[in-house]
Structure formats: structure tokens, C-alpha cells
């Protein structure tokens, strides 16, 4: 299993339309592409969270999104998940490849276009970031500024402890040497 990620995606959508895809499928240079990802991850890059992070962190191309795996995806501060969670975000994952196989043959441009969006490929999204947004806080965010409050206090908090574990680690292998 691996998720597809388009490196650049229009500014006019309000999700990043990733693809699950099989191990073998051969993804050219236009995406990122995570191997081995459990189906949750879906959930989290489909999110409005995730998108509202990678508009900050990323930069853009012109006005479009553009997705780095190394400062959107390796950043993206993600709270601890139960197990629960991860069968939720699973669930709101499957839904949004459902919805919009659905509508079967229409391109991701056409499912994505945000005047044009088919309800219950907006649902499932919209489903989806409460499923999230409750992971993170308990109830929706209210906006895109407390989306990045909120994300970037767990960053903040992910980084301080990364900081304190590096000396720890180090001093554990001088002590073994």
C-alpha cells in the first residue's frame, strides 16, 4: 500500500487530492509517494489540517500548493493516536475513496474542481476533518488561525522534545563506546 501525493495542487481546492495506490504502481516525478502507509495516513493528508500546514510550510508554485515531503509530511505534527482513532481516520479514509469512486470516471480535477464538488465527496471530507479536528482538540476548529495555532504548538512541543532526546541518545552511545 502507498499513498500518492501530487507535488503541485490548484490553490482553488480546499483538500489535497491524494490516491492510495498498490506497491507496484509506477508514480512519476509529479508525486510524492509514501510506501507503506497505513490507510489512516489518507485521512490526515486529505485533511483541511494538512492542507492549511502545507500552505504554510511549503510554499507555493504561484498560487498553487506545493507538497514537500520533507517540510509538509516529516513536519506535520500529528498527537498521539489510539487505536480507535486510527480505525476512525481509516473509516473517513475508505469513505472519501468511496464517494468518489462514485462518481467513476470523473478525474480528480472534475471530483476537486470547489464549484463543482459532488456532496457526498464534500461530506466525507467534511467528515473526515471533524474526526480529526476532534482528535486534536475535542471540537471543529473554528479557522484556519487556530488550525496553525494549534499546529504549531504541537510542533513547538515535537521539536523541544526531539532537542532533549538527541543529547540523551548520544550519551548512551559514548557510555556503550
Not at 493528508?45 to 506545493?66: E, M, N, P, Y
Not at 504549531?152 to 556503550?176: D, Q
Amino acid at each position: 500500500m502507498a499513498i500518492a501525493v501530487p507535488k503541485v495542487s490548484s490553490a482553488r481546492r480546499f483538500y489535497i487530492p491524494c490516491a492510495l495506490t498498490d506497491d507496484m504502481t509506477v508514480v512519476s516525478d509529479l508525486a510524492r509517494v509514501i510506501y507503506d502507509a497505513p490507510v489512516w495516513n489518507l485521512a490526515l493528508i486529505a485533511s483541511r489540517l494538512h492542507l492549511v500546514w502545507i500552505g504554510t510550510v511549503c510554499g507555493k508554485l504561484k498560487t498553487d500548493f506545493r507538497y514537500s515531503n520533507t517540510l509538509g509530511w516529516n513536519t506535520f505534527p500529528v498527537p498521539l493516536l489510539t487505536e480507535q482513532n486510527k480505525a476512525d481516520l481509516t473509516a473517513c479514509a475508505e469513505n472519501i475513496l468511496l464517494a468518489r469512486e462514485a462518481h467513476f470516471p470523473a478525474t480528480i480535477a472534475d471530483l476537486y474542481d470547489p464549484d463543482n464538488m459532488p456532496e457526498n465527496l464534500r461530506h466525507a471530507h467534511e467528515r473526515n476533518d471533524e474526526v480529526l479536528e476532534r482528535i486534536y482538540i475535542g471540537r471543529r476548529f473554528r479557522n484556519d488561525t487556530e488550525r496553525l495555532e494549534k499546529l504549531f504548538e504541537l510542533y513547538t512541543k515535537m521539536t523541544a522534545a526531539a532537542a532533549k532526546a538527541k543529547p540523551a541518545a548520544k550519551a548512551t552511545r559514548e557510555k556503550a563506546n
